[in-house]
């Protein structure tokens, strides 16, 4: 097999990525690579790819356990075999892997650090033929960098103790200059291919607010927000406790994460949310930077954090998956006096030197003065970024809130109206509330079996919003909800008035809504949908919850969303042409097909009768 049959079997694909093509070439011919590409350019395929081709194995050097699993759980997935080995392994599960290895079984094996030096390893490590060693997150290596982690530093004395030096690869998102250099040197690449396309990432929006109240404005924003997965970043794991309440209160499926929760909690907090079983994770920066989750719509960050290395990383966060999400920071001048003490109080690393402390301690400094900046500029937001990263960039992105121009406020009162009125009067025909997917579906006259079985196509609301979009009635849903005019059941999904409701409807109360000013850019033609279609994704998604939960996998393992969005346009009718969707390798076609062609073939009969 070739480096394109790998390519489209495995994951789906018929063409690389800017950067992966070279890279992959030069570790085939025995060369040493350095790859800097934003987060979901595609780096774990620079040494996954390679490793199918290699004799022997590849190990991956990884920072985050929770990584290694979710990456190893993609590729076996995918058909690959593979494994890690890291602390949460018992000491029989660690020595069949070390079997399994030393027999053969596995072409990928992800290494926590720690466990380079430790004597078992080391001697099962001896006896193998290692083609590759890929360093992720290669800007832990370096004292200038955000994530210093000394451990890294045991990579060059493992490579050493090796009867034969193997090709070496270094792999990050976030690095200065300073960072890449130190990468070079320390991990002593030879003569490396390097390729760095950049540190920006076009769907990704961001914004800075400087809100009256945080908690209020914060309301306001997963209110609109209330069907998509998001991440929202406190500096403190008090302000976790109190944020994650307030949106539990509000009838919010959300849950917590920090390290003052017990291992076993934040473990199974963070399957639930890369489950969708929970919406929304409330974290503090122990959630850490190998969240493998693609779905993520959105990052809220409570708090600014320390510097801007942070910030882009866990903002990067969002759209892994390459469809449009959204990155928005909350700051206030206290932020600013947290921040500082929480790098004062810093707990002591015992594996550093005193001047090694107060090397950091500058540097952490001034990369908070950096981050300040960002907060209070009234440039191009994505520019600032950029520019620290020492990229070159258009001074009018057309992609942040300096650029976009903000909101306008709109008049919403009629629709309000239509939508508040049809909702009633559906729970006069059916006897019971509905969810908004079937209100929408009624006020735009979509004659679907749902509708036709309650005759609710014989409302006087049925058609009334027929030339507005299934996404902005449920825009405006979700702003009637904040308002408190609807309330909506977490378990049955059913939205139902509340007794505000007749101010509206009866009493000439009027509501507005803040818009977003949206460029008309080509992404955004490209990331929507027509309204029929989004119909069948949402059943396509059913599918892939179903799936996901009878194999014991996050949906997104099943299939991304942005697969799921051209099988909702494109409809393939038979196996064949499901085969040809972007990221769906032979496997998932084994798996998968039937079940989404029979959704889609029923949907098409609907759409016909």
């Known amino acids: 097999m070739d480096k394109f049959s790998i390519l489209n079997q495995y994951f789906g694909y018929t063409a690389f990525r800017p950067g992966q093509e070279s890279l992959i070439d030069a570790v085939l011919d025995g060369k040493d690579v350095f790859g800097i590409m934003p987060t979901g350019g595609g780096k774990s395929m620079c040494y996954q790819i390679p490793a199918l081709l290699l004799p ?357 009162t009629r629709e309000a109206q239509m939508i508040l009125s049809c909702i009633q009067r559906i729970y006069h025909k059916l006897g019971r509330w509905c969810d908004i997917s079937l209100v929408a579906r009624v006020l735009q006259g979509f004659p679907d079996s749902r509708v036709r079985e309650g005759q609710l196509d014989q409302l006087s609301t049925y058609g009334l919003m027929k030339t507005t979009g299934r996404s902005t009635i449920r825009a405006i849903a979700d702003q009637l909800e904040q308002e408190g005019y609807l309330r909506t059941d977490e378990q049955s999904k059913a939205v139902s008035l509340t007794p505000l409701a007749s101010q509206v409807l009866y009493q000439g109360k009027d509501v507005t809504m803040l818009i977003r000013k949206e460029p008309n850019t080509e992404q955004d033609v490209e990331n929507t949908m027509s309204d029929a279609d989004a119909d069948l994704y949402d059943l396509l998604n059913d599918v892939r919850s179903q799936l996901a939960r009878k194999s014991a996998i996050p949906p997104d393992v099943v299939l991304t969303n942005p697969t799921l969005v051209e099988m909702a346009k494109r409809k393939p009718k038979n196996t064949s042409e499901f085969r040809r969707l972007p990221g769906i390798g032979e496997l998932k076609t084994q798996w998968y097909a039937q079940a989404f062609l029979k959704v889609i073939r029923r949907f098409r009969k609907e759409q016909e009768s």
């Open 56 to 412: 022997g194995v590849t190990f991956v050097v990884s920072p985050l356990i929770s990584l290694m699993m979710d990456q190893v759980m993609a590729l076996k997935a995918a058909g690959i075999p593979a494994a890690y080995i890291n602390s949460t392994l018992s000491a029989p599960q660690m020595q069949a892997v070390y079997r399994n290895l030393l027999r053969g079984q596995y072409k990928i094996v992800y290494v926590a650090p720690e466990r380079l030096d430790y004597g078992g390893f080391s001697s099962v490590a001896a006896r193998l033929n290692i083609s590759f060693i890929a360093v992720d997150e290669a800007h832990c290596i370096s004292q200038w960098g955000q994530d210093f982690r000394p451990s890294y530093l045991r990579i060059l004395n493992f490579i050493a103790g090796l009867p034969k030096r193997p090709v070496v690869g270094a792999f990050t998102a976030t690095a200065t200059k300073q960072v890449r250099e130190d990468v070079e040197r320390i991990l002593a690449l030879q003569s490396p291919v390097r390729a760095m396309t950049g540190f920006d990432r076009a769907n990704l929006y961001f914004e800075v607010l400087h809100p009256e109240s945080k908690d209020t404005q914060l309301l306001q924003m997963v209110a609109s927000r209330r069907n998509k997965s998001g991440i929202i970043y406190c500096s403190t794991r008090k302000n976790v406790e109190r944020v994650c309440e307030s949106l539990l209160d509000h009838g919010y499926c959300a849950t917590r994460y920090h390290a003052g929760l017990s291992e076993q909690e934040r473990h199974q907090n963070q399957r639930s949310f890369l489950y969708d079983e929970k919406k929304i994770m409330v974290a503090t920066n122990a959630f850490g930077m190998g969240i493998d989750k693609s779905n993520v719509s959105y990052v809220i960050h409570y708090n600014m954090p320390k510097s801007i290395e942070a910030y882009y990383q866990e903002a990067g966060r969002a759209g892994r998956d390459g469809m449009n999400a959204e990155c928005i920071l909350f700051f206030s001048g206290s932020d600013v006096a947290t921040a500082r003490f929480l790098i004062n109080n810093a707990s002591d690393n015992e594996e550093l030197t005193p001047t090694q402390k107060d090397t950091i301690h500058r540097q952490e400094l001034a990369r908070l003065e950096s981050m300040i900046g960002y907060c209070k500029t009234d440039q191009c937001l994505r520019g600032y970024i950029l520019e620290y990263f020492g990229q070159k960039h258009p001074e009018i992105c057309g992609n942040c809130s300096t650029c976009k121009g903000g909101y306008d406020e709109k008049d919403i």
